[in-house]
């Protein structure tokens, strides 16, 4: 993610949007201002919920007490309320005083295992198992905001009742980092279990927190968010004396060979005018002394596309080169493939539509052309099956970006974002 470039990019444009060549603003709904002044109301709880939740973090799959907090909170605003969906999710369903379309918007609540270093006053001291050790864990993608910024909106639609022209469903999701091995979780799990029927969804909304300008939102109409592929590479070779590595199969060097294999795929092999691919080694883990070459060696790593054709072309390109250069050292290679996430791939007609509606939210603080992200997002499951719209929030410039120990969110941005959700809710069911 191009933090650096998105920054430059997102300030050149608003200067743009003040100057000579401004856009007329779009005039104001009847409810705007009681959509603005509830956001206001509540920030003291949104703040108070959110600096809980990181206090409090859950890894995925595990956020049963994020769970209740949201689930009790539902209960309270008189929603109806399931839990248990997709594990640890949590529904709210909120039937307006007219009848009409049904708008989703979604939150995600899992936390990360990484060790927080933000020395905020609420900063997280917790630990739990992930993968057969204690790690310690930390809101650093901002899902604590998300989740605090949802209930907040639920309450301010909750309380305006009469003037929501339809139904909102409130999804809370969890395991967007992706479920632990062996796990289903996320959002295909609960696509699976019926999340978008019953009542049948027309079209879902989801924020991210991203570092930018506060309370600025930020899209890509179409593709937006890479496809992500997780691989492991199980490499068996021949221990030889470090001394003597002709006795044995020199595994450092042929796993050299395959990273650089994989990086001439990606900039030598496919067409790059076409669209952006990343083919990343990320971890070699292997041997345990100087003098040693080990018999094994494992990589793991990611692929991130947004071409379906590419794709499948590098996945075969990747196997075909760790045979090849295996079979030259005479090792052997076990190639696994996992946690597919598709393009998040934002509705065109959709986001036009629903432009206006993020102009007036953030007071004309919008960009609709950033560079395409290479990151991944699980919200793809949802637009896969409904037209879906997925945009971010600015969060101000924290010491570190998204997943990093020193991730923050300037929570002022969190009013905008109430703000945001609530009014896109409102206008899609009054037809935009
Ligand atoms: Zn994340
Ligand atoms: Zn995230």
Redesign the pocket.
């Known amino acids: 993610m191009s933090k650096t470039y998105w920054l430059a990019g997102a300030a050149a444009a608003f200067a743009l949007t003040t100057g000579a060549q401004a856009q007329p603003a779009p005039a104001p709904r009847p409810y705007d201002a009681a959509v603005f002044a509830a956001a206001k109301a509540l920030q003291p709880k949104v703040v108070a919920w959110r600096r809980d939740f990181h206090e409090h973090p859950e890894l995925s799959n595990s956020e049963v007490r994020t769970a209740k907090i949201v689930a009790d909170h539902l209960r309270k605003l008189g929603l109806e309320v399931r839990t248990g969906v997709g594990k640890t999710g949590v529904v709210g369903i909120l039937k307006g005083g007219k009848p009409g379309k049904v708008v989703a918007l979604r939150a995600?609540m899992d936390a990360l295992p990484v060790a927080e270093q933000t020395g905020l006053a609420f900063a997280s001291k917790v630990t739990a198992q992930y993968n057969g050790q204690t790690v310690p864990v930390m809101h650093a993608?901002?899902?604590d905001s998300?989740t605090a910024i949802l209930m907040g909106t639920a309450e301010i639609l909750a309380t305006m009742k009469d003037q929501v022209d339809g139904t909102v469903v409130f999804i809370f999701q969890p395991a967007?980092?992706g479920p632990p091995p062996g796990e289903e979780g996320g959002a295909p799990l609960m696509v699976k279990e019926g999340v978008l029927k019953n009542p049948k969804v027309d079209a879902i909304f989801g924020l991210?927190?991203f570092p930018g300008p506060v309370g600025a939102m930020v899209w890509r109409p179409g593709p937006m968010m890479a496809a992500s592929d997780r691989f492991e590479i199980q490499l068996k070779g021949r221990q030889a004396h470090g001394s003597m590595p002709w006795q044995g199969i020199d595994m450092s060097s042929l796993t050299a060979d395959i990273v650089t294999a994989f990086n001439q795929v990606t900039s030598r092999q496919i067409n790059v005018s076409k669209t952006p691919t990343v083919l990343t080694v990320a971890t070699l883990h292997g041997g345990l002394r100087y003098n040693i070459i080990p018999e094994d060696m494992t990589l793991t790593g990611t692929l991130r596309t947004f071409d379906p054709g590419m794709r499948t072309d590098v996945i075969a390109r990747a196997e075909k080169a760790v045979t090849s250069i295996t079979e030259r050292y005479g090792a052997s290679a076990k190639f696994t493939w996992g946690n597919h996430n598709p393009v998040t791939d934002n509705n065109r007609i959709l986001a036009a539509a629903m432009k206006p509606t993020l102009t007036r939210a953030t007071g004309g603080k919008v960009l609709d052309d950033i560079d395409y992200i290479m990151g991944a997002?699980d919200f793809s499951y949802f637009q896969k099956e409904v037209p879906g719209f997925f945009y971010h929030l600015g969060v101000g410039n924290p010491k570190g970006g998204?997943h990093s120990p020193f991730f923050d969110v300037d929570e002022a941005a969190m009013e905008i974002g109430v703000r945001a959700q609530a009014l896109m809710a409102l206008d899609f069911l009054k037809g935009s």
Do not use: R
Request: aromatic fraction near 0%; charge should be negative; hydrophobic fraction near 10%.
């Open positions: 995600d993608c901002g899902h998300h967007e980092e991210h927190a997002e998204n």
